[in-house]
DNA sequence: CAGTGGTCTAGACCACGGG
DNA sequence: CCGTGGTCTAGACCACTGG
């Protein structure tokens, strides 16, 4: 099956690494080089397999850690939260804003919002992290009739959902959403923390209020594919509906 | 911006080949080294950091070329059609029946699908290829009430969506659907033509009779992210609905 | 068969992060 | 400062593909 020595190698360190905990420190390159008794290339290409795999990261000066790696289920019947999102899958969540400013709307966004274009509108650029690691860097375009002060707001909460509910009396959903992995570029990459090219989500969604459908914000995010394993599904269940 | 040597390569032939057309063949790990006079170790790395912006495809033996990827659109909106969706890429599709047998429904098959479970279904195992590079792979469950004579159709027609319409007089549409990125399994990269451990994706969808909101199949399909750029979006269009 | 990419060695120097 | 991963050389042999 595996008729090379950093195959063989990496299959060894799979069956050890796959009962850590994640985030455990690993052995190194140089380590994994003395333990087979192979050339620091062949155990380089071995944890390079592992790191292709999603099982390892590796940080130069720090070492090689097995993967933390989130679940981010991405539907309808899902609330539009990041924090919410993490939390379900048993990590920390925080997100950071970069700006917020008040602008006049632009007619790509006010289409999709329903607004006149021009029209006032924050615009909402944030960070969120997973257990302090960058994981998602986006825009939010919300109506400043959604929520004039949503700034002062955002002093109190980093959740825009949270916000939303709290003070705009809202229920956020989820109403229409695109997703694409892409290759980051070079600025998204740095936003990410993660090197320009590496595999990328971009997900494009339109938020409705449930009650009243009235249409809350439009948001434009990356998310990295190494820290967050995304599943997009449709609402509802997979079964026979009533007609 | 890129200080090593192989980043700067990189970047010398992404201006080089993204005006060729794609499938061209361009240089491999020795003329690169030669041509930029470094050893074969920058000359590799250069072109392996373009494989993995899936901007060129290498087969030992073969060559480098550049990259042919086809923009996979799912969507309730679209049909679910193999040979339409490439098509519409401007591509080469071709589908192959692996397996065609007809079995007792299982009963995570018959409840999506609404049907007693054991029922008789045929269980349709294919393979997919864009411009004859194997792209797809998967099992569609189809119930025996939906087309008795799947198997002889098929020898007719190698698009399912093509048969349902003509032989069953349906009209497919997805009604629900479900995807992630994975790591393919050995098992799953063997089908794809690819190596354990490469990035496919899994898609599930439930298929409905737009007319009549019969369901008519459940599919279970692997795709190539490297051949596939796949786009997944909710049905409709961004904007104000009605009530 | 010649040419391709895949693997590998035994070195070397470097950039980075943490103590 | 030391250890980490990142880059790089100058070789070598191999497996695979095509003509």
Redesign the interface.
Known sequence: ?AATKFREIAEHLVREITLLPPGSRIEGEHEVAARFGVGRAAARAALQ?LE???LVCRVRGVGTFTARRIDYLVS?DQPPSWSRTVRAAHSRPRTVVRRCETVPMPPEVA??L?REPGSPCHRLQRRSFVDELPACWGTEWVPADVLPELGVALGASDSLDRILRESAGATPR????????E?AS?ETAAELGSRA?D?AWLV?S?NEDVPS?R?LY?SHRWLR?DTV?????????????P?
Not at 174 to 181: N, T
Request: glycine share 18%.
């Open positions: 099956m397999e292709r795999r999603l309808p289409g999709p329903g989820r109403a229409w959403w695109r997703a694409a992995l290759c070079a090219g595999p494009e339109l459908g249409l439009l594919a394993r995304l599943v997009l599904e449709t609402g509802g269940t997979p079964g026979p509906r007609a």
